[in-house]
């Protein structure tokens, strides 16, 4: 059984940072791209950013230039180092990994950025 399991969560002030961390464990033979989402309330789910086993990156408009993903392919985990933090980067944010050439998702971890 293939799990994503992430960590780092929790409350930071605005301008602040966090460091989320997602590790996959189980039977791995292949893993292709290791990302994020994140969820608002009330919003639909919206692309973080990935990084491909290759090491190349692609980022959601709205994070560009304060985020970035990293992975330790030694490790089988991806992460997301969130710098200038603003309320509304407020959301659960979920792992997303194509493992096996299958489709795997974190239950997700909270991010809360007070004002």
């Known amino acids: 059984q293939v799990q994503l399991v992430e960590s780092g969560g929790g409350l930071v002030q605005a301008g602040g940072s966090l460091r989320l961390s997602c590790a996959a464990s189980?039977?791995?033979?292949?893993?292709?791209?290791m990302g994020w989402y994140r969820q608002a309330l009330g919003k639909q789910r919206e692309l973080v950013g990935f990084?491909?086993?290759?090491?190349?990156?692609n980022y959601g408009d709205s994070v560009k230039g304060r985020f970035t993903i990293s992975r330790d392919n030694a490790k089988n985990t991806v992460y997301l180092q969130m710098n200038s933090l603003k309320p509304e980067d407020t959301a659960v944010y979920y792992c997303?990994?194509?493992?096996?050439?299958?489709?795997?998702w974190g239950r997700g971890t909270q991010v809360t950025v007070s004002s």
């Open positions: 997303n990994s194509v493992i096996n050439s299958l489709d795997y």
């Open positions: 189980g039977i791995i033979f292949s893993i292709n791209e």
């Open positions: 990084v491909t086993n290759g090491g190349r990156t």
